[in-house]
T-cell receptor, first 113, second 114 residues
Framework: QKEVEQDPGPLSVPEGAIVSLNCTYS??????FMWYRQYSRKGPELLMY????GNKEDGRFTAQVDKSSKYISLFIRDSQPSDSATYLC?????????????FGTGTQLKVEL | SQTIHQWPATLVQPVGSPLSLECTVE??????LYWYRQAAGRGLQLLFY??????ISSEVPQNLSASRPQDRQFILSSKKLLLSDSGFYLC?????????????FGQGTRLTVV
């Protein structure tokens, strides 16, 4: 079993739709949770990060963490064609060797006109 | 502000040839530095990370090595490339001793070994 599971998609939605992207994880030691956006042939770009359980909102994006269920989500409101990209979740825990991120495999999103 | 530079953007190399990919970070001191490889459908695989000059930790045994000759310079190398070394290589940095460990990525190098 992978530490972080993420549906690869592709997910195709019409412009203006609400998008829900999700990850599940198995390591209860994860404390920090991040979402990255990656356009084709580019490096990942950090969108948001949250600590522990709860919600965090930034413009059209909302990150949600449920540590009891080991489940995190990213919601995109009023989706735009420019949101078409691969979205990667990432998580970190404190380790003796310093902090390292564990990534999901990414969900490919396409927002269509 | 901090920036990360990674080059080249694309590279085609024959099997058995050497490799050197370079990454530099500006605007910060003593960053944690990382090399990742990304394969289709497999997400990001951490190859090496470094918390200081000359300090390299390897995450997976492979045909690659890394070096950090200067505080903000990270180099990925190979003496003899294999076909299986093809992939998208990403350099990243993070703020040292920060619990959240969010990483900031360069634009990547697409390596094709032929």
């Amino acid at each position: 079993q992978k530490e972080v599971e993420q549906d690869p998609g592709p997910l195709s939605v019409p412009e203006g739709a609400i998008v829900s992207l999700n990850c599940t994880y198995s390591n209860s030691a994860f404390q920090y949770f991040m979402w990255y956006r990656q356009y084709s042939r580019k490096g990942p770009e950090l969108l948001m990060y949250t600590y522990s359980s709860g919600n965090k909102e930034d413009g059209r994006f909302t990150a949600q963490v449920d540590k009891s269920s080991k489940y995190i989500s990213l919601f995109i409101r009023d989706s735009q064609p420019s949101d078409s990209a691969t979205y990667l979740c990432a998580m970190s825990e404190l380790t003796g060797g310093g902090n390292k991120l564990t990534f999901g495999t990414g969900t490919q999103l396409k927002v269509e006109l | 502000s901090q920036t990360i530079h990674q080059w080249p953007a694309t590279l085609v190399q024959p099997v058995g040839s050497p490799l050197s990919l370079e990454c530099t970070v500006e605007g910060t001191s003593n960053p944690n530095l990382y090399w990742y490889r990304q394969a289709a459908g497999r997400g990001l695989q951490l190859l090496f990370y470094s918390v200081g000059i000359g300090q390299i930790s390897s995450e997976v045994p492979q045909n690659l090595s890394a070096s950090r000759p200067q505080d903000r310079q990270f180099i990925l190398s190979s003496k003899k490339l294999l076909l299986s070394d093809s992939g998208f290589y990403l350099c990243a940095w993070s703020i040292p001793r920060r619990a959240s460990a969010e990483a900031f990525f360069g634009q990547g190098t697409r390596l094709t070994v032929v």
